[in-house]
């Protein structure tokens, strides 16, 4: 017998208003049960509810601002709102946390799933110069103090910002120095990942070295060249961790007309 499972999946759509129909072509492709995005770019009353209701997708979270960042999760498992946390502490929306109803994933409680939008931090890796380059290490080492107390099985997705492996860049040595990829930056998600013992499902379905990219700029030549970023992740708690039964990501959806920068990432769970 065929053990059921659960699928969650995390976009940054870099706008869900404008892109609503490649979010609907996505659902109904790949047919997640859970979807969480980011920088959805509106407010929560402007969100586009019924686009979601039409396919099922009947419970959703949304943490939401006026044209900039935010985050909401879309479900078609009953869940309730678990928290929004400002780790930027400046009031962005960038975190809604849930707890969904139905799987038993970790423990036999609902799954806590906690759907984040790091700050990508500016253009210049020195706090000093760079009030958003502070601003990014502050949140981070927030979440690894919260990360710390946690009590419960969780899982965390999102759009971290950061692609912590040598492997997780077109071009180690070329990017050491850009923000995304400084050792700073990959040392204080590391000190998030240590606080939990976070495991990356990411690298434990997709070992690395293998390719594993979800983010191109817009000025690069993207399908020719390659140059990705592993900037988006799946972390769970060890015992969710054991359940993944495996992760990919939707590289087609890059290729769909006026995309977002970044492409979803898709994870099973066995219940």
Known sequence: ?????????TWNINSVRLRIGQVER????????????????????QFPHAAFEA???????VHGQKGYHGVATVSRIPLREFGRHDWQDNGEARHVGVELLGPKIGGGQGLVLE??????????????????????????????RWADALDRPTLIVGDFNVAPLDCD?????????????????????????????WVD????HIPAPERNYSWWSYRSYWREKD?????????????????????????ETRRWEQPSDHVPLVTEFAL
């Open 115 to 144: 759907n984040v939008y790091i700050p990508a931090g500016g253009d210049i890796p020195d706090r000093a110069l760079n009030l958003k380059f502070g601003q990014k290490l502050d949140f981070l080492e927030r979440m690894a």
């Open 26 to 45: 996505f659902l109904i492709e790949q047919a997640p049960d859970v979807l969480c995005l980011q920088e959805i770019k509106c407010r929560e009353e």
């Open 169 to 197: 860049v077109y071009d180690h040595k070329a990017l050491i120095k850009v923000v995304s990829h400084t050792p700073i930056e990959c040392e204080a998600l590391g000190r998030f990942r240590d606080a939990h013992g």
């Open 227 to 251: 140059q990705g970023r592993r900037l988006d992740h799946v972390w769970a708690s060890p015992d969710v961790a054991a359940q993944s039964r495996g992760h990919r990501f939707v590289e």
């Open 55 to 61: 396919l099922g997708y009947r419970y959703r979270a």
């Open 1 to 9: 017998m065929v053990s059921p499972t659960v699928s969650i999946a």
């Open 201 to 204: 499902l990411g690298r434990k």
